[in-house]
């Protein structure tokens, strides 16, 4: 079956440490994209990309970099500037950015600080 | 400003109908859908409406005025595994604009 797998499902960043999320799918989608999902607030775009090797900046990018290697992976490494990284971070893909494209998401990894 | 509104929590009980709703202010409108979240896992696509009216699926249904800047989701017939957290979102200009969620308790 196809869909997006997220890895790990819980991850614990120690101070001053840069921490990689991992995001496969095998949908065969253009778009991938990166949200930050705090309580009692709405997603908030990190990163997306439209195509491989290409990737934009989000509404709240600082802290995090992204690459797009390759069409099936989006890895997202919250950096050590990033000084409020406890989040539940879910990845999502579309077969493209058009506007009428619904996102598939992944099971989400839970990023918390020692 | 872009905003969009849905009710914190709601409480229904298994069997019954409950109504979701949804404001949005938005600087544009591209369409609007409702996503389903259990609790730590990953959204699920419910329904998608662009065009004013009533759209039906099985047991959920989703509703949109333009006008009003005004949705609705439906869930007829609740079940147990209806318990989960619905989201609204706005495309906005090439932007998807997210509510906070709507956590939606089921009791027997």
């Known amino acids: 079956d196809g869909g997006i797998t997220q890895s790990p499902k819980y991850l614990f960043r120690k101070e001053g440490q840069n921490v990689t999320l991992s995001c496969e799918q095998n949908l065969n989608h253009d778009a991938m994209y990166w949200y930050r999902q705090d309580p009692g607030q709405g997603l908030r775009l990190i990163y997306y990309?439209?195509?491989?090797?290409?990737?934009q900046k989000g509404d709240i990018a600082e802290g995090y970099s992204v690459s797009r290697e390759k069409k099936e992976s989006f890895p997202l490494t919250v950096t050590s500037a990033q000084k409020n990284p406890t989040a539940f971070y879910l990845c999502?893909?579309?077969?493209?950015?058009?506007?009428?494209?619904?996102?598939?998401f992944g099971s989400g990894t839970q990023l918390s600080v020692l | 400003g872009q905003n969009i509104d849905q009710p914190t929590e709601m409480t229904a009980t298994e069997g019954a109908i409950v109504q979701i709703n949804c404001t949005y202010q938005t600087s544009g409108f591209n369409g609007l859908f409702w996503y389903q979240q259990h609790a730590g896992e990953a959204p699920t696509f419910l329904s998608y409406n662009v065009l004013d009216g009533l759209e039906e699926k099985g047991r959920f249904s989703s509703f949109l005025s333009r006008s009003k800047g005004y949705s609705y989701l439906l869930l007829k017939e609740l079940q147990m595994k209806d318990s989960a957290s619905y989201l609204c979102?706005?495309?906005?200009?090439?932007?998807?604009?997210w509510g906070a969620g709507t956590k939606l308790i089921i009791k027997p």
């Open positions: 990309s439209q195509i491989v090797n290409d990737f």
């Open positions: 999502a893909s579309s077969i493209s950015h058009q506007q009428r494209e619904k996102l598939f």
């Open positions: 979102a706005v495309r906005s200009n090439y932007q998807l604009i």
